[in-house]
């Protein structure tokens, strides 16, 4: 079984292929996306979705699994936010795959036991669940293997493909 985890954003959009395996999880693949601040909002967001059905195209995941909007202060980041969320969510229907979201608390709970863990206590957790040596610099990229990771603890059930 092959997951796509994506911590949604417009400026940066952390992705993360994770692969389900018996013997655990696997990380395949992950990056930071990063539109161009200059560029129109339109244009972000179509540069974020191609990139995206690229990954797609390449890892064939079989679930897109998706952190749901931690309202902030700022309205109009928000919104913006929330139109890349639109946008992930329609690629991932088109390109017929199941879609799971998670709320930050329920990431939060899956990778540390406890919903209101610090980044550094998240960071620490990704490390060791994937026994990675070291671990990507973007926290938007972590974020997006933690929410991989979630998918996969939340559905043991998955059938796991060779």
């Known amino acids: 079984m092959i997951i796509l985890g994506i911590d949604p954003g417009f400026e940066k959009l952390g992705c ?9 999880d696997k990380l395949i693949y992950s990056t930071c996306l990063i539109s161009k601040k200059k560029d129109p909002h ?4 179509l540069y974020l979705g191609k990139e995206i059905r690229k990954i797609i195209k390449k890892y ?7 952190e749901k909007l931690f309202f902030t202060k700022n309205q109009k980041t928000a919104m913006r936010v929330s139109e890349a969320r639109g946008m992930i969510l329609f690629i991932g229907a ?10 930050p608390l ?3 709970m899956a990778i540390t036991g406890y919903g209101k863990a610090e980044k550094r206590q998240m960071q620490e957790m990704v490390r060791a669940i994937l026994k990675l040596t070291k671990l990507p610099k973007s926290d ?6 933690a929410t991989a ?7 043991p059930h998955l059938i796991h493909k060779t």
């Open 16 to 24: 993360a292929v994770l692969k389900k395996e018996k013997t655990g």
């Open 149 to 155: 990771l979630t998918c996969s603890a939340h559905n």
């Open 140 to 145: 938007d990229e972590i974020d997006a293997i």
């Open 94 to 103: 088109l390109e017929n795959l199941a879609i799971i979201e998670f709320t």
């Open 42 to 45: 339109e244009q972000r967001l």
């Open 106 to 108: 329920e990431i939060k």
């Open 60 to 66: 064939k995941p079989d679930i897109l699994s998706v």
